[in-house]
């Protein structure tokens, strides 16, 4: 099955720095790598996705870059703000499977004002 | 109106007790799914529903079982509770389709054992 490897777990970055997360992924059949945003107290909520036919994907400032060969993508959040705080998970589907998401194990993002 | 709702929100209760969970959604999706967050924030798979059958079940112990009244609705029921099983219990829909679609979440149900 799907094993998802996210790096770092801990971030911190001042207001208006960039910041960037990594993910691994084993499957070579996963085919959508979403990223979720979960704030204190709430469920994870999609904030951008990208599929395998598709090497990089933005979304105002948020960026999504897709390595198949190398099977890694990446999350970056550029220009941040206090309310970038939270934890972000990466997830992959795997080939198979009705959509199960394997998640990375979390990053903690802080960002200082 | 909201998408996928759990209920209850937070739920406390004693060892060897027998608990439910609710989950509805009104996104018209046909797979819906329970997912467990533990104390490190770890989210992992527990069961997948697609048109009420069960297609996912990530060797959970068989004190949970899951189920699907409807498309619509996905209970998860929790015999003889151990200390172990507190953690966040996470409901979710989607489209379904082995491509894979956006996941849609609840907001949670904190679950502690005493």
């Known amino acids: 099955g799907e094993n998802v490897e996210q790096h770092p777990s801990t971030l911190s970055v001042q207001e208006g720095d960039s910041a960037v997360i990594k993910c691994t992924y084993s499957?070579?059949?996963?085919?959508?790598f979403p990223w979720y945003k979960q704030e204190l107290g709430k469920g994870p909520q999609l904030i951008i996705d990208?599929?395998?036919?598709?090497g990089e994907k933005k979304d105002q400032r948020i960026a999504v870059t897709l390595n198949k060969t190398a099977k890694h993508f990446s999350l970056h959040i550029t220009e941040t703000q206090p309310e970038d705080s939270a934890v972000y998970f990466c997830?992959?589907?795997?080939?198979?499977?009705?959509?199960?998401?394997?998640f990375g194990q979390g990053t903690i993002l802080t960002v200082h004002p | 109106d909201t998408a996928v709702s759990q209920t209850p929100k937070y739920l406390v209760t004693q060892m060897g007790n027998d608990k439910s969970i609710k989950c509805e959604q009104n996104?018209?999706?046909?797979?819906m799914y329970w997912y467990k967050q533990d104390s490190k924030k770890f989210l992992k798979i527990m069961f997948s529903?697609?048109?009420?059958?069960?297609?996912i079940n990530e060797t959970v112990p068989n004190r949970f079982s899951p189920k699907s009244p409807d498309k619509a609705h996905l209970n998860l029921h929790i015999n003889s509770l151990e200390l172990g099983d507190s953690a966040v219990y996470f409901c979710?829909?989607?489209?379904?389709?082995?491509?894979?679609?956006?996941?849609?979440f609840g907001q949670g149900t904190r679950l502690t054992v005493v």
């Open positions: 499957d070579s059949a996963s085919n959508y």
């Open positions: 529903y697609n048109n009420k059958e069960l297609i």
């Open positions: 997830a992959g589907t795997g080939g198979t499977s009705y959509g199960k998401l394997t």
């Open positions: 996104l018209g999706h046909d797979t």
């Open positions: 990208i599929r395998s036919n598709v």
């Open positions: 979710a829909s989607s489209p379904g389709g082995i491509k894979g679609t956006e996941a849609f």
